[in-house]
C-alpha cells in the first residue's frame, strides 16, 4: 500500500505540469468558496459587533433596517431627522436608563461626522460590551473641538490639535463649513466598528456650523464669524437618531410601543438585533446564491481533474501495464489512480487556503475602508473544516472514474501496440 | 464484594443532575389567579360599539394600560423552571445570544402590540447559548426571578437565569 502511494506521488511528480495546472485550478476554486463563506461570516461579525447594550434604536418613521443601517453604520441617508423635544421626551421617560443623541450628515474628506453628546464615550458599547477607549487627548470639550476614530487620523495624517474643516453631506465635494475649523482634541484606539470611520463631535458644534445656513447652503451675506458662535443659542433642534438603554430589558416592547405610538411626531424604534435578523433574512438568499455559484465552481474545477486523470490514462498505458508486469493488481491500479485524484485535491484545497489567507491580508485594509467589514486572519472555522472536506470528499468521488477505468484495463492492454 | 457495594452505592446516590430538576410549566403559571383584566371593562358591550367610538377608544387604552402593568407571580420568584417560547436576541457574545427575550407566541411583539407584561420574560444566559434568530422556538431551564426596578409601569416582569437552552422540539405523544 505505501509502496503504490508512493509511487502514484513519483509519478503525479512526472506529470507536474499537467497535474499542477489542474491543481491551481482546484485552489482558486477553493479559494473563491472559502472567501465567500468567510466574508459572509465576517460581515456578519463586524455588523454584531458595532454595537452592544443598546436597547433600542430611535429615529425617524422608515424601515427598521433603514435606520439600524443609517443610525449605526452610518450606512445610507436618513429619511428625516427627529425633534429635540421628542427626544428629550423618550430620553426622560422614566423606563429609559440612558439615550445617547446622534445627529448625522456632515461629513469630512468621505468620513462621517457624528454629532453626540459628551456621555458617548463613556457610554457606548461594541463587541463584547467594550468601551471605546481614546488613544491620545481627551473628549470634546467644548464648541470646534472633535475626536477622531482611529482609522480616520491613520488614514488622513492628523495628530492632536491639527485643525479641520467639515463638509456639509456625504458627497467629497459638497459645500465647505470653511470658516470654522475644527481642533483635533482626541483620538480612539481602533475598536473594527464604524466608530473608526467617524469624527465625533458635540451637537452643540453641529448647531454652530449650520448657524448662517438656511435650507442646506450658506445664506449668502450672511457670515457669522466662529468667535461670535458662542453668543447664539447653540441648544440642538434636531437630531436624526438616537441610541436608548433601558432600567430593565424586560420593558423593551412596552418602551418600543411608547416611541412607535408617541403623539408629537412619527417615530420608530427598533431592537438592533431584530433589525439585524432582518437584514440577514434580506441578504440570505444573495448569500445562498454566491455559496452555490462558487461550489459550482469547485465542481467544474474536480471535473477537470477528473478529465485529466481520464485523459492521462491513455498516455500512461505504458506504465500502468509495467507495473502490472512487474506484479501489481488491479486493485493497486485503482489505488493508485484515486490517491492521485485526492491528492491534487488536498493539495490544491490547502494552496487555495494559502491563497485565502494572503489575499484577505491584502484586502483587507481596502474592505475595512469601502464597506466597513473586518476581515479576520485566522483558523479556519468550523464552516470552513466543513466545506474544505466536502471538496475534499467530492475530490474523491470524482478520482473514482479514473481508478475504475485504471482498474478495468487489461494487463495485455497496454503491452500489445495496437495499430 | 468491595466492588460490589460500590456498585450498590452508586446506584443508590442520587443523580447529580436529574432530568426533573427543573419543573416544566406552562406560561399561565405566570399569571396570578385572581388576576381578571377584563374586569374593569365588563360594563361595555364590546358587541354594541363602532370601531371609532370614543368609548371602544378608550376601552383599549385602558386595556393596553392593564396589559403594561400585568402583575407577576411572587411564588414564581427562585423556581426552577423549564418552559418553551419563543426568543428574540439582545446580546451577542461572540455571535452567541447571551441575553434575550422569551414570549409564549410567535410574531408576538414584533408584528402586533406585545403580550401582557407577566408573559414576557427577560432570559440572561450563563454560558452564550449559540445561535439564536429572531423567533427560534427554543425551551429554556433556569431559575425564574422578579425585576424590581422603578418603571411606569410598576415592578411587573420576569427575569429568568438560564442554565439550559435547547431548541424546541414537539413533546413525544405517548
Redesign the interface.
Known amino acids: 500500500m505505501k509502496a503504490v502511494l508512493r509511487l502514484a506521488a513519483l509519478s503525479a511528480w512526472s506529470r507536474r505540469l499537467t497535474l499542477g495546472l489542474t491543481l491551481v485550478a482546484i485552489a482558486l476554486a477553493v479559494t473563491l468558496l472559502l472567501a465567500v463563506e468567510r466574508i459572509r461570516v465576517d460581515a456578519r461579525q463586524s455588523f454584531t459587533q458595532s454595537v452592544s447594550g443598546v436597547d433600542l434604536v430611535v429615529g425617524a418613521r422608515t424601515g427598521g433596517v433603514q435606520l439600524m443601517l443609517y443610525a449605526v453604520f452610518h450606512a445610507g441617508a436618513a429619511s428625516n431627522n427627529i425633534t429635540w423635544d421628542s427626544y428629550q421626551a423618550i430620553a426622560t421617560h422614566p423606563a429609559v436608563d440612558w439615550a445617547l443623541p446622534l445627529s448625522l450628515g456632515d461629513s469630512h474628506r468621505g468620513f462621517a461626522v457624528l454629532g453626540t453628546s459628551a456621555d458617548y464615550f463613556a457610554r457606548f458599547r461594541y463587541g463584547d460590551r467594550e468601551e471605546l477607549r481614546l488613544r491620545q487627548g481627551q473628549p470634546f470639550a467644548g464648541v470646534f473641538e472633535a475626536v477622531l476614530g482611529s482609522e480616520v487620523a491613520q488614514a488622513l495624517g492628523y495628530r492632536l490639535d491639527d485643525r479641520i474643516t467639515l463638509s456639509h453631506g456625504l458627497a467629497e465635494l459638497g459645500p465647505e463649513h470653511g470658516d470654522k475649523p475644527f481642533r483635533v482634541t482626541g483620538i480612539l484606539a481602533p475598536t473594527g466598528t464604524p466608530a473608526d470611520r467617524t469624527i465625533h463631535v458635540s451637537l452643540e458644534s453641529i448647531s454652530a456650523l449650520h448657524l448662517d445656513w438656511v435650507g442646506g447652503a450658506p445664506v449668502p451675506g450672511v457670515k457669522i464669524p466662529a468667535e461670535f458662535v458662542a453668543k447664539f443659542d447653540l441648544r440642538p433642534k434636531q437630531i436624526t437618531a438616537a441610541l436608548v438603554g433601558l432600567k430593565q430589558r424586560g420593558d423593551v416592547f412596552r418602551m418600543q410601543r411608547f416611541v412607535n405610538q408617541y403623539r408629537g411626531e412619527p417615530l420608530l424604534a427598533v431592537l438592533p438585533g431584530v433589525a439585524l435578523d432582518e437584514l440577514w433574512q434580506g441578504i440570505a438568499l444573495l448569500e445562498r446564491t454566491l455559496l452555490a455559484v462558487s461550489a459550482l465552481v469547485v465542481l467544474i474545477g474536480l471535473a477537470g481533474l477528473a478529465a485529466t486523470l481520464l485523459a492521462g490514462l491513455n498516455e500512461r498505458r505504458r506504465e500502468l501495464a509495467i507495473l502490472r508486469a512487474l506484479g501489481a493488481g488491479p486493485g493497486d491500479m485503482f489505488l493508485m489512480l484515486t490517491a492521485e485524484g485526492v491528492l491534487v485535491t488536498a493539495a490544491g484545497a490547502l494552496l487555495g487556503l494559502v491563497l485565502l489567507t494572503v489575499a484577505s491580508n491584502l484586502a483587507a485594509p481596502w474592505l475595512l475602508d469601502r464597506l466597513g467589514v473586518v476581515l479576520g486572519t485566522r483558523w479556519p472555522g468550523r464552516e470552513e473544516l466543513a466545506l474544505i472536506g466536502a471538496v475534499i470528499t467530492t475530490g474523491l468521488v470524482a478520482s473514482l472514474i479514473p481508478g475504475w477505468r485504471a482498474w478495468r484495463m487489461s494487463l495485455a492492454d497496454g503491452l500489445t501496440p495496437k495499430l | 464484594m468491595r466492588k460490589l457495594l460500590l456498585l450498590l452505592a452508586l446506584c443508590l446516590a442520587p443523580p447529580l443532575h436529574a432530568a426533573d430538576d427543573y419543573r416544566d410549566i406552562k406560561w399561565e403559571a405566570l399569571v396570578p389567579k385572581d388576576w381578571d383584566p377584563a374586569r374593569d371593562l365588563k360594563a361595555l358591550d364590546f358587541g354594541k360599539l363602532q370601531d371609532s367610538d370614543p368609548r371602544a377608544m378608550e376601552a383599549l387604552e385602558k386595556m ?1 394600560a392593564l396589559w ?1 402593568a400585568a402583575p407577576t407571580v411572587p411564588a414564581m420568584a427562585g423556581a426552577k423552571v423549564r418552559l418553551p417560547g419563543f426568543a ?8 452567541k445570544v447571551s ?3 422569551l414570549v409564549p407566541y410567535f410574531g408576538a ?2 408584528h402586533s ?2 403580550p401582557p ?1 407577566n408573559q ?3 432570559v440572561v444566559t450563563k454560558t452564550p447559548a449559540g445561535k439564536l ?2 423567533m427560534d422556538a427554543v425551551w429554556v431551564s433556569g431559575t425564574l426571578s422578579l ?1 424590581y ?5 410598576g415592578s411587573a ?3 429568568l437565569t438560564a442554565d439550559k437552552i435547547a431548541p424546541y422540539e414537539e413533546a413525544k405523544k405517548k
Open positions: 393596553k403594561d428574540i436576541p439582545l446580546e451577542n457574545k461572540g455571535g441575553e434575550f427575550i411583539c414584533i402590540p406585545p407584561a414576557i420574560i427577560h434568530n429572531s425585576q426596578a422603578n418603571t411606569p409601569w416582569g420576569y427575569r
